[in-house]
């Protein structure tokens, strides 16, 4: 994988985690509710562009993210 494509998706994690709490505040949800929706919304979103026919411009973005060497 391509050193700027991972440190890019890894900020881009850091912003989704920063907006998160902002939200469930705003929602009146825990926090890790929101966390795991955002978590769930961008693996399948992943997932769906990493399997669709419509495009494949985000496929090294998806693939970055399904990459990710977390167990």
Same mark, same amino acid.
Not at 33 to 45: C, D, E, F, K, T
């Given at each position: 994988?391509?050193?700027?494509?991972? =440190?890019?998706?890894? !900020?881009? #994690?850091? *912003?989704? &985690? %920063?907006?998160?709490?902002?939200?469930?505040?705003?929602?009146? @949800?825990?926090? =890790?509710?929101?966390? !795991?929706? #955002?978590? *769930?919304? &961008? %693996?399948?979103?992943?997932?769906?562009?990493?399997?669709?026919? @419509?495009?494949?411009?985000?496929?090294?973005?998806?693939?970055?993210?399904?990459?990710?060497?977390?167990?």
């Amino acid at each position: 994988m391509d050193i700027v494509l991972i =440190t890019t998706v890894i !900020a881009a #994690l850091f *912003l989704v &985690i %920063g907006a998160a709490e902002p939200l469930a505040a705003q929602l009146r @949800l825990p926090y =890790t509710v929101i966390l !795991a929706v #955002l978590g *769930l919304m &961008i %693996g399948s979103g992943a997932l769906f562009f990493l399997h669709t026919e @419509l495009t494949d411009a985000l496929n090294p973005v998806a693939e970055a993210i399904l990459g990710l060497p977390i167990r």
